[in-house]
Structure formats: C-alpha cells, structure tokens
C-alpha cells in the first residue's frame, strides 16, 4: 500500500467517523458529547485528504475509479433543476425554526428589548430595556409584524410568535440572497453547497429562531459586498454604474438595522482598497462621490438624533461599543483566534472556511506576483482580485470587530459567508473531476449537519436561556400591568419583565436616577439565584418606609433564578 493510499484510507476513515457522528446527533443521541458539540473529526481529515491527493487523482472519474451506483445517482440528481434544491434547503430552514421554538418558548434578554420597542411603537406599552445605542429597524419590523398579526396586547398572551416570524423572514431573505451572490461568482449548484453549508454551522443556526437583527443585517451587507465587486468588475458599463450608486441605500439599510454594521462596513471598504487599488475606486468618478453624498445625507436624521440624545453625533455609535461586555481593548479578537474557525461554522463549516483562507492566500501571492513583474508561479486569474478582496474583508472584519467590541459568533455572520463561498469554490477547483461527486458529498453532510446542529442547539445551547424563562415569565406575569394602571418593576431582568408584565421595567441601579410618578405601583423582584440585585436588607431600605405588600414565589421545575420574592408599593 503506498503511502497516499495510506492517507486516503484514513481520510475515509474520518470521514465516516465525522457522517456518523453527525447522524448520532441528528437521531437525539448526542448527550455524550460536551455540550451537544461534535468532535472537529473533519479538519483532520481534510489534512489527509490533501496528503493523499495522488491517490484519489489516479483513481478519478476517468479511471473507473468511481461505482457504478454513484455515478448513476450523481446523473439524476443534476436532471433537477438547482431552484428545486434552493426550495429544499429553505423549507429546511423553516422547519428547522419551527422545531426549535419549543425550546426556547420565551424572549431572551436581547429580543425582548426589541420586542418592547416594537410593541410601544404599536400601542404605547412601555419600551422597557431600551437604550439609546439600539437600532431602530428590527423594532419597526416587529411593530409592522404585530399589526398584521392582530395582536391584542400583553394581556392576550401572544406576540411572541409574530416577532420570532420576523426573524424566519429575515433567515430565509439571508439565505436567498447568499445563494443569489454565491451564484453568481461560482455555479448554482455550488451555490446551494454554500447555502447549505452556512445553515449547518452553529454559530449561525443558533440565532434562525430568535427575533435579533444579525441575520438580517448581514443579507445587506453581502448585497453591498456584491455590488463593490460588481462596480469593479463591470466598471464603465450600465450594470457597474448601477451598482455604484445603490450602495449606499443599502448600506443605510443595513445600518439602521444594526448600528454594529458600521465595523464591517470599514473593513470592507479598508479591503476594496487594498485588494484593488485607490485608483480604481478613484476612476469611478462622480458616481463615486455621488454615492458618498447619498450616504452622508442618508447618516443626518441618525447624527442629528445623536446629537439630541447624547450631545455627539457619534455619541449613539460609540455608546453601543461602551456596551460590550469585555475585559480589555482586543479580548474580542482574543475570542475570534480561539474559535476560528471550528466554533464559528462547526466541523464541516471549518473545513470549507480554512479553504476558504487558503484561497484567497493564494490569490493573494498570484496578484503580488504579478504586480512585481515575476513571470514565475501560477499565472493570476481573472476573478483573483476579487478573491483578495473577499478573504481581506472576512479577514479584517475579524480584527475591527475584535479590536471595538466583544466577541460572539453572531457578529461575524458577514466574514463566514464570504469564506464559505470562497471554500466551497477552492474545493471544487481542487479536487478537479472529482468536484461534482466530492461537492455532492459535501451537500448531503451539510444537510444531514443541519439536523445535527439543531439537535446541539436544542439541547446544548437553549436550555439556559429556556430554564432562566421558566424562572421569570411566571414572575412577571404575576404583576402584569391592570387597565389603566401604571407599574413599574425593578429587577435584574429589566427586558424580560416588561414584555411578560406590560409594566415599565428598571434596573436596581437604573432606579436610584429615576423619579417615579404618584400613584405608580412599583414591584421590586428579587430571586434566591439571581443576577445584578442587592440582598432583602437592602431592598427594604430602597422601600423608604412604605407598606409593601410581600409575594412569595417558589421555585419553578426547571427554572434557573430560584425562588422569588417580591416587595409591592403604591407611590
């Protein structure tokens, strides 16, 4: 047995280890795993994969080398049509939501703050948890979302479903739109490799059924991604002109869907510069400075409000990085260098990212070489400018973000989109004629790792928030606001309480700063296991000799805070 046979059989070995560990998870049976997170079987194997390379090049498709078996299925599957194989992997996705909001039945932290917002916009019930530095544009979704829903108010109970329906819409707009660009800088089917591949990571899963504005904002970002490349690519043509100028619009878009989109709108434009050159940007002429005025003036309703609220136009940006919750200046990037890119994407996402590094390296290396006029090395390739510019924006993303706020995967959605297409394209290219079965392959793991993941996420990342829910909700909804009444809660959970209550809600720290109105019913909340709140002695002395009425609250099965207890007064 010669030595990349050797490889090529480990190289399978790992591969079936990786499928049938994916398949454990997919029936339910991965408790035995850490936290429901596969074993990175894959990463290793793709490294025996490239050793054993001679091997499977002289056993190819020419050769003989393949099953009869496979090569009859791989025929029937390319007679349907790639949209079909689009409509799958997004009926997918919906079904792949639906299943998991059983698990986490309640708002979150974060979606509740939005979720008030929106629900203020729509009727006036307090906006509690908001903060200056939140967007606006999720809320305006959701108060969209709640009027066509009928919604009935805090009262009804419902609401919830509506807004996590937000969220899908904005999953599978993510979706199309990445298939749409993926296809048209590789192959439609290529294309659904890459949706499929970034669906099965679970950073990205993770958040499909909660109503945040990652997501969404990230689908705008890819657009503004594809129109700079197109402004290159087809400049002094209609369609290049065309794309000049509708980036702004959507740049604006996706801002105030999410002000953090400002870090990966920087480093994209850093890497436009440096993959193709001031001159070229320069060379777009008025369109250029056009644009550049669109979106100045697109910024003056955000600067004029930041400057009401904070005293600085920027004062709205630059408090939302003060909210991260981090340690020191780069502990973010600290965080990206220990995740990447197995944490990020998962055991068959990574792989398909590291390809995607590699190729843009090499890009890299053909344009410098040819810049320097060496006539040595593998000539560059007419799409290899865009190749640097994708990897350099994935790339840099990772730093800015890293270096101005803390890290979740959640925040580089844009960065592990780009190098997924880039993977998936390296890997076809390099595994030549065997790229339709080995693409095959790689699409039908991606759909059984969807399966997968969801099972990791169902039972490995929402039980938290899920137990936390079961604590509070109960709570809440036990002080829940009567006709005409105004309340006030106090608690650590601030956005939690206010959706479940329809009350006003405050921090214990918020609420020394804060003047309450005669005749508001204030709840002060505090449970046996919770979080950002002072001890019963300390509780009863923020009561300033009021009669409070005492509720005890047990513990719920399941839930994470503890037991309650909950001091009532009548300003």
């Avoid at 959640?410 to 065997?434: K, N």
């Avoid at 699409?443 to 039980?463: E, K, N, Y």
Wanted: hydrophobic fraction near 50%; charge should be positive; charged fraction near 15%.
């Amino acid at each position: 047995m010669t030595r990349s046979k050797l490889f090529g059989v480990g190289a399978l070995v790992l591969t079936g280890a990786a499928a049938a560990q994916q398949l454990t998870l997919a029936v339910g049976l991965g408790g035995w795993l850490p936290g429901w997170q596969p074993w990175p079987y894959l990463l290793l194997a793709a490294v025996l994969w490239l050793m054993a390379k001679p091997w499977w090049l002289e056993n190819g498709p020419d050769t003989g080398g393949v099953p009869g078996f496979i090569t009859a299925a791989e025929k029937r599957l390319r007679r349907i049509p790639a949209w079909a194989y689009v409509v799958v992997v997004l009926a997918l996705a919906a079904g792949v939501w639906a299943w998991l909001q059983d698990f986490e039945p309640y708002l979150g932290h974060e979606e509740a703050v939005y979720a008030n917002k929106a629900r203020f916009w729509f009727d006036g019930t307090p906006d509690a948890g908001w903060g200056v530095y939140r967007p606006v544009g999720l809320p305006a979704l959701g108060a969209l979302a709640l009027r066509l829903t009928g919604y009935q108010g805090h009262a009804s109970g419902g609401g919830t479903g509506a807004l996590r329906a937000v969220a899908l819409v904005l999953a599978l707009v993510m979706l199309c739109t990445t298939y749409l660009v993926a296809r048209a800088w590789t192959t439609p089917r290529r294309a659904v490799v890459v949706v499929l591949v970034l669906l099965s990571g679970l950073g990205f899963l993770r958040r499909v059924p909660e109503y945040l504005n990652d997501i969404g904002s990230t689908a705008l970002l890819l657009i503004v991604v594809f129109l700079l490349v197109t402004a290159q690519e087809r400049a002094g043509t209609k369609a290049g002109a065309r794309a000049v100028l509708l980036v702004p619009f959507v740049a604006l878009a996706a801002f105030y869907l999410r002000y953090g989109v400002v870090g990966n709108l920087l480093a994209v434009a850093l890497a436009g510069v440096l993959a193709y050159g001031p001159r070229a940007w320069l060379a777009l002429g008025w369109r250029l400075w056009a644009a550049a005025g669109v979106l100045a003036l697109g910024l003056v309703p955000h600067l004029l409000h930041a400057t009401q609220r904070t005293g600085k136009p920027l004062g709205m940006i630059l408090s939302a990085t003060s909210q991260a919750n981090r340690e020191y200046v780069g502990d973010g990037l600290v965080y990206y260098l220990g995740v990447f890119p197995y944490r990020l994407a998962g055991d068959l996402g990574a792989v398909v990212m590291a390809a995607g590094v590699c190729a843009a390296v090499a890009a890299w290396l053909r344009v410098r070489r040819e810049r320097r006029g060496r006539g040595s090395g593998a000539p560059s390739r007419p799409d290899d400018r865009r190749r640097v510019f994708l990897g350099s924006a994935a790339l840099l993303v990772f730093v800015v973000l890293g270096m101005a706020t803390d890290g979740e995967p959640r925040f580089v959605y844009l960065p592990v989109t780009l190098l997924t297409v880039l993977g998936v394209q390296a890997v076809a290219e390099l595994t030549r004629a065997w790229a339709p079965r080995v693409l095959l392959c790689v699409g039908v793991l991606a759909g059984l790792t969807v399966a997968g993941t969801a099972q990791a996420v169902a039972h490995g990342a929402m039980p938290g928030p899920a137990s936390l829910g079961a604590s509070t909700v109960p709570v809440a909804r036990a002080l829940a606001a009567r006709d005409g009444e105004s309340c006030l809660i106090v608690t650590g959970y601030e956005p939690e309480f206010g959706w479940y209550s329809g009350c006003d809600a405050v921090t214990y720290g918020q609420y020394g700063r804060l003047r309450v109105e005669p005749g508001t019913r204030v709840s002060f909340v505090r449970f046996d296991k919770g979080r950002l709140q002072p001890d019963a002695a300390r509780v009863r002395q923020l009561l300033d000799g009021r009669r409070a009425t005492v509720l005890r609250m047990p513990a719920v099965d399941g839930g994470s805070a503890g037991a309650a207890t909950v001091w009532s007064v009548r300003f």
